[in-house]
């Protein structure tokens, strides 16, 4: 009943900045808190970053803590993450979730997904 649309990947040099975005429709409403994954080749999905969809409230995986910021447009319905001071290691295809009844960093309490976008952080 989510949908969920990601933007905003691409190229972008170490130590530079890039946005992604996270466009929901459906039954947005109904939203209590979206999140960001990601997966590089050969290696887990790991989590990323949550917003709870109420209060704006952030969790941040450590190794992004400091350099990425989750934010929230409500009356929009979408989600950015602002990636500053990329490293290569921040290459992967990005994912956003929806989930109506959690805040958290384990992928399988997320009910919608979206398709992913490509960042590449060059070295």
């Known amino acids: 009943q989510v949908q969920l649309v990601e933007s905003g990947g691409g190229l972008v040099e170490t130590g530079g900045s890039l946005t992604l975005s996270c466009a929901a429709s459906?039954?947005?409403?109904?939203?209590?808190?979206m999140g960001w994954f990601r997966q590089a080749p050969g290696k887990e999905r790991e989590f990323v970053a949550v917003?709870?969809?109420?209060?704006?409230?952030?969790y941040y995986a450590d190794s992004v803590k400091g350099r990425f910021i989750l934010s929230r447009d409500n009356t929009k319905n979408t989600v950015n993450l602002q990636m500053v001071n990329a490293k290569p290691e921040d290459t992967a295809i990005y994912y956003c979730?929806?989930?109506?009844?959690?805040?958290?960093?384990?992928?399988?309490?997320?009910?919608?997904w979206g398709q992913g976008t490509q960042v590449t952080v060059s070295s």
């Open positions: 917003i709870k969809w109420s209060d704006g409230k952030t």
């Open positions: 979730a929806s989930s109506d009844y959690t805040a958290t960093y384990y992928a399988e309490a997320y009910e919608s």
């Open positions: 459906g039954s947005a409403s109904s939203i209590y808190a």
